[in-house]
């Protein structure tokens, strides 16, 4: 049977809302406030028709969303050789390495056994994952911290993490939905505890810790500066602020929730990064600025509007999700 064909009619009601919590992290359209058109690779349209209950015998991950396993040569962001920010993830997620005299960085690791994927593109660079010598994650879903622990294995790299999400990293599992252990990801062990505003630094490159929770309990924002052809540009890799099919009420997916996501719409509020890059390439538009980049544009991927307009669009589709959800509780 497949991935959630399996279960009797109330728990396959429950996975259904699970594959939607995790596969609609990244198709939110903001701007526009609409979904793209439908098309067959297209997450929406798959998302809305297993929301519908329309879910199919046998659930594959690679071939309901195959951008997040359709390979994307790595390139470099911007910055310079060392210490400069390079793109190793899919055409559906965001892993970023960046390389340093002293030994190199990895932020996220793809679906569980994609650490290959992200290796592989390491030495296509021209660099050696053997090096990497810190691994930092955005947040403990399957689809992010998936080949983290791969990569550790590899490398023999300290794992650094929140809090908040220590557990579910160590222990491989979705918090909020622990039985469903199909969306389990391998267990990573946690070598360091970061907190909001701590730093990790590398070979002269410092990366400063936000916690900005709600899509999880311990999601974690990235911050560096970073120099671009003579100028210092501030670097945000942002974790995420979506609801997706998050519990927000009875019971939450987490205590805390709804504090959690008004704390970080909050704390958010006046950012401007210079560079917008995050876990699924939608939120920052890559592919139109991987274009323009190609064409010769060096700063294609320079946009401080990028961040504010997300947000505004984010934080308007949590309260209707707030609303909706305390609606049908009633």
Not at 54 to 74: L, R, Y
Not at 215 to 238: A, I, N, Y
Not at 245 to 257: F, H, K, S
Request: glycine letters at 10%; one cysteine or more; hydrophobic letters at 40%.
């Amino acid at each position: 049977m497949g991935f959630c064909g399996n279960y009797p009619a109330m728990r396959k009601a429950v996975c259904a809302s699970i594959i939607v919590a995790l596969a609609a992290c990244a198709p939110v359209q903001p701007e526009a406030d609409k979904a793209p058109p439908a098309g067959d690779d297209d997450p929406i349209a798959t998302i809305s028709k297993i929301a519908e209950g329309e879910i199919p015998e046998s659930f594959d991950w690679e071939k309901t969303f195959p951008s997040w396993f359709a390979a994307v040569p790595p390139f470099r962001v911007a910055g310079p050789e060392m210490g400069g920010v390079y793109y190793v993830g899919t055409a559906g997620l965001g892993m970023y390495f960046i390389p340093t005299p002293d030994g190199h960085i990895v932020l996220d690791g793809g679906m569980p056994g994609q650490g290959k994927y992200v290796a592989d593109a390491i030495r296509t660079l021209g660099f050696d994952p053997a090096d990497i010598k810190i691994l930092l994650n955005s947040h403990a879903h399957l689809d992010h911290s998936g080949g983290l622990a791969e990569l550790k294995q590899l490398s023999g790299a300290q794992m650094v993490a929140s809090e908040g999400d220590r557990s579910a990293l160590e222990d491989g599992f979705y918090l909020g939905s622990e039985e469903d252990s199909a969306l389990n990801a391998p267990p990573v062990e946690v070598d360091r505890i970061i907190a909001d505003g701590e730093q990790v630094g590398l070979g002269g490159i410092t990366l400063t810790a936000r916690i900005t929770p709600g899509h999880t309990r311990g999601c974690t924002s990235w911050m560096m500066d970073l120099p671009h052809e003579g100028k210092s540009l501030q670097v945000l890799f942002f974790c995420s602020a979506t609801v997706a099919a998050n519990r927000l009420v009875g019971p939450p997916q987490y205590a805390g929730i709804v504090a959690d996501y008004r704390r970080t719409f909050a704390l958010t509020r006046d950012w401007q990064p210079d560079i917008l890059l995050a876990n699924h390439p939608e939120f920052f538009g890559l592919q139109a600025k991987r274009a323009a980049q190609t064409a010769g544009d060096s700063n294609a991927f320079v946009d401080q509007d990028a961040f504010p307009r997300l947000m505004a669009g984010l934080e308007k589709a949590f309260e209707r999700a707030l609303a909706k959800q305390k609606g049908a509780e009633k």
